[in-house]
């Protein structure tokens, strides 16, 4: 059971938080005044999830944000989609 409850943990830090670090550098946000910080940790989840359910771009999740954020096109089939 113990092992179990450790393998669950771990696959949820690989697979939401070590990508928000990576793809969003959620790390080294230097936001901590006031409701900012859930804000936009609230509003890195939704995006995550919208490029993650986006199966039109072959890539890593940092390359869909980036090409979200060159390709207006791109953002809205991202968004809207």
């Known amino acids: 059971k ?6 669950n943990h771990w696959g949820i830090e690989n ?8 793809a969003f550098r959620e790390d080294e946000s230097r936001i901590r005044a006031g409701h900012a910080p859930e804000n936009l940790a609230a509003l890195r989840h939704i995006a995550l999830n919208l490029l993650k359910k986006d199966k039109s771009f072959k890539g890593s999740i940092k390359t869909k944000r980036l090409n979200a954020a060159m390709d207006v096109e791109y953002l809205q089939e991202v968004v809207f989609s």
Do not use: M
């Open 15 to 22: 697979s939401v938080h070590w990508v928000l670090d990576i």
């Open 2 to 7: 113990f092992g179990e409850a450790v393998r």
